[in-house]
């Protein structure tokens, strides 16, 4: 009998599951199954560091807004994990997030009598589908590992039981806290972009919960970045949710002031170290809260994706118009921050490994026992 099996879903958060996932193999015997071919840098890492990957590459789409392509992709990891799960030795699944992927994993988890355990619950994203789909993946768990105070408080309101939430701080926070960035120059030098250009990162993810008009304002962010003399806007990795299409088709077309890259997936390090050394960072991702403020980097955050999360002085809102980014952005430029965030914690990983293995012999109930129901 194997004691715990971590899931990932994607490159970007098997980055944030690594530590644990290091720290659970020390302890106990922990597998981590990949639903996507890992590069030969993680590969070589899990060997490094005599962890067990279990690869089974669904080739998920991850089509930019094409329904049918998602729905797809579930019934790809509904087939796998549902046989799976039939001969499944693992008395603990460990789970990370809201991508909608994760929704599926979880109900089969569930269904078949197994520990759900729940890292980042009790969030809320107010303009993004995740909302949904994070609270219903705290339902179906049995423990859960915040990243807040806040959190923990939404989780109880919500009838999950106080003893079962543990708040160890954020994972990705961490990660950010001990990685060492990149020089400007040899970071430019390999992505093949011009360092010496006034130079932008746009950090953007669609807005599954409201209608957002790209072209009416990347118009906007194009006009503003002009007004200020911004000469290259460098746009990172776009997920599949709904609106990504028009988006990334609107950046593919080109601006006509100002010069457009788009970026793969840079992996973390190449990630902060582009934040850090760019001229502005401006968009809507959870990175500008969780991970930027532990290399004191500020960002200015547009749309409501983030509503609803803490932020720090880091973290700079703006609406889409001229006269609003403008100020929002002279604010920025003046405003002196630290590094430090809210969300960190000393050793959350060790801590999270801690409570796990201390459970593995007197796991929770499997029936769950709402506060309402008591």
């Known amino acids: 009998m194997k004691d715990i099996l971590i899931v990932s879903t994607s490159?970007?958060?098997?980055?944030?599951?690594?530590?644990?996932f290091v720290q659970l193999s020390k302890k106990s015997n922990t597998d981590l199954l990949c639903l996507f071919?890992?590069?030969k840098i993680e590969v070589e890492f899990a060997k490094n560091h005599r962890l067990n990957l279990v690869i089974n590459n669904l080739n998920l789409t991850h089509k930019e807004d094409q329904s049918n392509d998602i729905l797809k992709d579930l019934k790809?990891?509904?087939?796998?994990?549902s046989t799976f799960l039939l001969e499944s030795p693992y008395k603990f699944f460990v789970i990370l997030g809201d991508r909608y992927e994760l929704l599926t994993i979880a109900q089969q988890v569930y269904l078949s009598k197994k520990i759900l355990v729940h890292l980042h619950g009790g969030e809320i994203t107010e303009d993004s589908w995740d909302d949904s789909i994070r609270h219903s993946i705290s339902k179906l768990s049995h423990v859960h590992f915040v990243s807040s105070t806040r959190s923990k408080k939404l989780l109880i309101s919500m009838g999950e039981q106080s003893k079962n939430i543990f708040n160890y701080g954020s994972l990705g926070a961490q990660n950010a806290k001990k990685i060492n960035l990149l020089d400007k120059s040899s970071l430019f030098e390999e992505l093949k972009l011009n360092k010496n250009l006034k130079t932008c990162f746009l950090v953007f993810q669609p807005t599954t919960n409201s209608n957002f008009d790209?072209?009416?304002?990347?118009?906007?962010?194009e006009k503003f970045l002009f007004n200020n003399n911004f000469e290259q806007l460098l746009v990172s990795?776009?997920?599949?949710?709904?609106?990504?299409?028009?988006f990334i088709s609107y950046l593919k077309d080109g601006g006509n002031n100002i010069k457009f890259e788009i970026l793969s997936s840079l992996g973390i390090q190449k990630y902060?170290?582009?934040?850090?050394?760019?001229?502005?960072v401006i968009g809507n991702s959870s990175s500008f809260i969780f991970e930027l403020p532990l290399k004191n980097i500020k960002s200015i955050l547009i749309t409501d994706r983030q509503k609803g999360r803490e932020i720090t002085d880091h973290v700079f809102r703006s609406k889409i118009t001229l006269k609003d980014l403008q100020n929002t952005y002279d604010n920025l430029k003046i405003t002196k921050t630290k590094t430090g965030s809210p969300y960190y914690k000393n050793n959350t990983d060790k801590y999270i490994t801690n409570k796990i293995v201390s459970m593995l012999d007197s796991p929770p109930k499997f029936k769950k026992v709402f506060n309402y129901e008591k």
Do not use: C, T
């Open 11 to 20: 490159p970007s958060d098997f980055e944030i599951l690594k530590p644990l």
């Open 37 to 39: 071919e890992p590069n």
């Open 76 to 81: 790809k990891i509904n087939n796998f994990i």
């Open 237 to 246: 990795h776009v997920n599949s949710d709904p609106g990504s299409k028009e």
């Open 214 to 221: 790209v072209v009416k304002n990347m118009k906007i962010i």
């Open 272 to 280: 902060l170290s582009m934040a850090k050394h760019v001229d502005l």
